[in-house]
């Protein structure tokens, strides 16, 4: 199972380019890479997922480079309300097995 | 609307206790999932279910049991709740065919 990597936290001020970077050195062929968002006493919500290159969505954009060691979520012109836990999850698609997130980014956006 | 109930948002309960946290999904997955979150420590997979009856160990299983009698429902059990099982405890439902996970939104467990 691909073990997952990202800093603990992270601020940022209202309008800028937010980017989090997750490590998975050991991710496996089939795996895909998915992202998270927490709010406070809230289970987390599907934010976007990616298998290679860039994936791009109404709220985010993924990118993955070529090895898929990595993966970078990137969140344009933040706002107050993107303050929260980000999860990086890499897991195979089919899986019926474990799933193991790591300890997430905290993002606290700043006015 | 897909749905993952989890029966209680919010429990106090006392040393020694038992408790039971119910988990409840109307999709019709096998797999469900139980994580507990604590601060600067994210999702710790307690235990989880790939079917009716069936169970396997997470990482952090010491202290919990869990039962699967039904496919619509996975339970989580604290034989004897302890100060440090103080935490929020989340369940998960994967839909094997897109792989798509489905939160509940969590219950609060406070042992005194």
């Known amino acids: 199972l691909a073990k997952t990597t990202q800093p603990i936290s992270m601020d940022s001020y209202e309008g800028q380019e937010v980017n989090i970077t997750c490590s998975h050195n050991?991710?496996?062929?089939?795996?895909?890479i998915t992202w998270y968002q927490q709010f406070p006493s809230q289970g987390p919500r599907f934010i976007i997922q990616g298998y290679k290159t860039k994936v791009t969505n109404e709220v985010a954009s993924l990118f993955i480079p070529a090895d898929r060691k990595s993966s970078t979520l990137s969140l344009p012109r933040v706002s107050l309300s993107d303050t929260a836990v980000y999860y990086c999850?890499?897991?195979?698609?089919?899986?019926?097995?474990?799933?193991?997130f790591g300890q997430g980014t905290t993002l606290q956006v700043k006015p | 609307d897909v749905k993952v109930t989890q029966s209680s948002r919010y429990l106090v309960k006392r040393t020694g206790e038992k408790v039971f946290l119910e988990c409840v999904q109307d999709m019709d997955h096998e797999n469900m999932f139980w994580y507990r979150q604590d601060p600067g420590l994210g999702l710790r997979l307690i235990y989880f279910?790939?079917?009716?009856?069936?169970?396997e160990k997470g990482d952090i299983p010491e202290g919990y049991s869990v039962s699967r009698e039904k496919k619509e429902r996975f339970s989580l059990i604290l034989e004897s709740a302890s100060t440090n099982q103080t935490s929020m405890y989340l369940c998960?439902?994967?839909?094997?065919?897109?792989?798509?996970?489905?939160f509940g939104e969590g219950s609060r467990l406070t042992v005194l």
């Open positions: 999850l890499v897991a195979l698609s089919s899986n019926t097995g474990k799933l193991i």
């Open positions: 279910s790939y079917d009716v009856k069936m169970k």
């Open positions: 050991n991710i496996a062929t089939n795996d895909y």
């Open positions: 998960v439902t994967r839909d094997r065919n897109t792989g798509e996970l489905f």
